[in-house]
């Protein structure tokens, strides 16, 4: 029933390390994102797919690769893992171009690196 | 590049009082969206606003939008203490699916 699904909810790994965290929806969405929230509860948009195509890349660390198999798919991979990566992490999705073209949220994923 | 700002950060509150919390963005935009975080939850979409004089209103919360200004208000009546959460605007940069959001206001509500 969940519209919006990220796994992993927590995880805490070392400086270094590489890791995924995947996004499923099942909204019917042909717009993906991910955004990035830090301590201070600050949100920002890192990327956006439409149908399986990059559209938003911000100033991200090229350490961050996006992946969408399909349009209810994007997954983030963070390689060599950093102590400021710690933050959390949303994904989303939206019907780009509907009327409206809100975007939905997933629970987001905790990243924790030591 | 378009800026965000939302005022005030905080906002501590008794309940039963009325409060606006306010976010002015720097570029035209034609859609400007609220949203709620309880601590620790996700974002759960409250208004969205996609013309100049939009008013919408859901139980104790009413928002609108001011595209001249380039302001948009959430105006909160008769506060109780469920309403207590981190509210955010996001604006729509030029049209497109990119939101830039404000700071949030974390809004506490003291019986």
């Known amino acids: 029933d969940t519209a919006v699904s990220q796994t992993p909810k927590y995880l805490v790994t070392q400086m270094g390390n590489d890791k995924s965290i995947k996004c499923e929806q099942n909204?019917?969405?042909?717009?993906m994102y991910w955004y990035k929230q830090d301590s201070k509860k600050f949100l920002k948009i890192m990327f956006s797919y439409n149908n399986k195509e990059l559209i938003i890349n911000e100033t991200v660390p090229n350490r961050f690769s996006p992946k969408s198999p399909d349009k209810a798919h994007l997954n983030l991979h963070i390689n060599s893992l950093e102590l400021g990566d710690s933050a959390v992490y949303f994904c989303?999705?939206?019907?780009?171009?509907?009327?409206?073209?809100?975007?939905?949220f997933g629970p987001g994923t905790r990243l924790t690196v030591l | 590049e378009l800026k965000v700002e939302q005022n005030p950060l905080f906002l501590s509150m008794q309940e039963g009082k009325n409060y606006t919390i306010y976010c002015n963005y720097s570029?035209?935009?034609?859609?400007l969206y609220w949203y709620r975080q309880d601590p620790g939850k996700s974002l759960e979409s409250l208004f969205v606003?996609?013309?100049?004089?939009a008013v919408k209103q859901e139980g104790r919360l009413m928002a609108s939008l001011d595209t001249k200004a380039r302001l948009s208000t959430l105006h909160i009546t008769a506060a109780v203490h469920d309403l207590s959460a981190t509210y955010f605007c996001?604006?729509?940069?030029?049209?497109?699916?990119?939101?830039?959001f404000g700071k949030g206001t974390k809004l506490t509500v003291n019986p």
């Open positions: 996001a604006v729509s940069q030029g049209g497109s699916e990119k939101l830039v």
């Open positions: 989303a999705s939206s019907n780009a171009g509907g009327r409206p073209d809100t975007q939905y």
């Open positions: 909204l019917g969405h042909d717009t």
């Open positions: 606003l996609l013309s100049n004089g």
């Open positions: 570029t035209t935009s034609d859609r």
